[in-house]
């Protein structure tokens, strides 16, 4: 399989925010460079783990059963990714937000834990 091709270098990282730990996000946002459109936080998994899961919003049952596709990052690089996610980071376990390409942030209702 071939190396990924991430949309923003490691080297081009800047600190955005410090203390999340890690989050898990799929290849659609940091290989494809899409836009967050839905996130959800859950009971972390770990101690370094935040709970938070980013997605592009376009990912199906069949991309997501391939763990090749997704993969924990730190919550900083997802934000240097979609800065937009700091905006609803302190939200509780539980919560569920989506956006479109024009809007904000919109709570969905409770994630499964």
Partial sequence: MPEKQYRIAAE?????????????????????????????RERPVNGADSGWRFFAGDEDDAYMADASRHDFYAVNTIANYDPAI????????????????????????????
């Fill in 86 to 113: 700091l905006s609803i980071l302190d939200s509780a376990i539980g919560s569920a937000f989506e956006r479109d390409q024009t809007g904000p942030w919109r709570e969905v209702g409770d994630a499964q834990n």
């Fill in 12 to 40: 081009d990282m800047v600190a955005l925010v410090s203390g999340w730990g890690a989050a898990t996000a799929t290849d659609r946002v940091t290989v494809d460079g899409r836009m967050i459109g839905y996130a959800y």
